[in-house]
C-alpha cells in the first residue's frame, strides 16, 4: 500500500524491557513524526525528523526514549527500561515537505504498547 | 502557550441528525493553522480539513461543513445527516507557525445510532 505502515501493531513488554517501534514512511516524504496517544487522550508530539536529521525531540518525556531515521526513510523509536507509564499507542505520521507542521501529515496505524 | 479544548467528549445522535463538534484554541501566534482529524476504530488518524488564520471563510465539503470564528476563537465541524460510518473519534488540532508539530485536542467521540 502507498499509505504509512508501522509495526508492529501490538506490543506486549514486562517493565524493564526494552522495545523498538518501527515506522515506513510513506515514499519520497521528508518529514516524519512520532506522536504518543495515551488511552482517551489525544496525540502529543514527540519528535520530528527532516530526512535523517532529528530537528526536535523536545516532546520525548524521558532520555529512555530514543528515535533514528538513519537514512532519511524507515525511522525506529526505542523505548529502554520501558514503565507502565509508556503504554500507549504510538502514531508515526509524515509529510511530504520540510518542516511545517501545517502542512498535510498522513498517519500510520500506531503501535499499541502496553507495558504489565 | 497553545491550546486545544473540545469539551464534549463523547456525543450520540441517531441517524440523520446533524451534529456539531466545537473546537475552542489559544494561540499568541497570528499566524496559525487548524486542522480536524477523524480516528475510527482502526485506530489511523484521517486529516479532514486544515484552515490558516488569515482566511475565515466557512467551507463545505459533501455532509461536513466547518465554522471558523477567530472572534471567538472556534473552529466547529458539523457533520450534516449523520451516518453509522461517521462513528469515530475526532480531534481538532493546532499549529503555529514555524512549529514543527500538531497539538490536539483530547477527542470527541461521535456515536451515530442506526
Known amino acids: 500500500g502507498a499509505g504509512v505502515s508501522q509495526s508492529p501493531r501490538y506490543k506486549v513488554a514486562k517493565r524493564g524491557q526494552d522495545v523498538a517501534l518501527r515506522c515506513d514512511p510513506i515514499s519520497g516524504h521528508v518529514s516524519l513524526f512520532w506522536y504518543q496517544q495515551a488511552l482517551g487522550q489525544g496525540p502529543e508530539f514527540l519528535t520530528y525528523f527532516q530526512n535523517e536529521a532529528q530537528l526536535d525531540k523536545s516532546g520525548l518525556p524521558s532520555d529512555r526514549f530514543f528515535a533514528e531515521r538513519p537514512e532519511g526513510s524507515v525511522s525506529t523509536l526505542k523505548i529502554q527500561r520501558t514503565q507502565q507509564e509508556d503504554s500507549a499507542v504510538y502514531l508515526c505520521?509524515?509529510?511530504?515537505?520540510?518542516?511545517?507542521?501545517?502542512?498535510?501529515?498522513?498517519f500510520g496505524p500506531g503501535t499499541r504498547l502496553t507495558v504489565t | 502557550a497553545q491550546k486545544v479544548t473540545q469539551a464534549q467528549t463523547e456525543i450520540s445522535v441517531v441517524e440523520k441528525e446533524d451534529v456539531t463538534l466545537d473546537c475552542v484554541y489559544e494561540?499568541?501566534?497570528?499566524?496559525?493553522?487548524l486542522f480536524w482529524y477523524k480516528q475510527p476504530p482502526s485506530g489511523e488518524l484521517v486529516f479532514l480539513i486544515r484552515r490558516n488564520s488569515f482566511d475565515e471563510q466557512n467551507e463545505i465539503s459533501g455532509r461536513y461543513s466547518w465554522n471558523f470564528q477567530k472572534s471567538t476563537s472556534s473552529f466547529n465541524f458539523t457533520i450534516t445527516a449523520s451516518q453509522v460510518v461517521d462513528s469515530a473519534v475526532y480531534f481538532c488540532?493546532?499549529?503555529?507557525?514555524?512549529?514543527?508539530?500538531?497539538?490536539f485536542g483530547t477527542g470527541t467521540r461521535l456515536t451515530v445510532i442506526p
Open positions: 505520521a509524515s509529510s511530504l515537505y520540510s518542516g511545517q507542521a501545517h502542512d498535510e501529515q498522513y
Open positions: 494561540t499568541r501566534d497570528t499566524t496559525y493553522y
Open positions: 488540532a493546532l499549529s503555529e507557525a514555524g512549529a514543527n508539530n500538531l497539538f
